[in-house]
């Protein structure tokens, strides 16, 4: 689903889709959670695209796209909360 709405954020605004692939990147490294990265990039794209073009029509597209892989997300941030969640290259829990 991430890999999804990365592509459609890199087609609808290129440099809006590679700072919301940065901080998937940057969090997947520091975390080891690509559930987390997934989650906190999905947060800020809509951060990104008012700090990029300010709040226009766009901003509610991303918007609804990020509150569509939170939502896809919700047992991976059951699993977080609860320390459950897989690490990646790490052995399922």
Do not use: C
Request: aromatic letters at 10%.
């Amino acid at each position: 689903m991430y890999g999804t709405a990365a592509g459609v954020l890199l087609a609808f605004d290129p440099f809006l889709g590679l700072a919301v692939a940065g901080t998937w990147l940057f969090v997947a490294y520091v975390s080891r959670y690509s559930s987390l990265a997934a989650v906190l990039a999905a947060a800020t794209a809509p951060l990104y695209q008012v700090l990029m073009h300010g709040g226009d029509g766009r901003t509610l597209v991303v918007g609804i796209i990020a509150m569509a892989l939170i939502g896809k997300h919700w047992e991976n941030i059951q699993r977080l909360l609860a320390g459950k969640e897989s690490k990646i290259g790490g052995k399922k829990k």
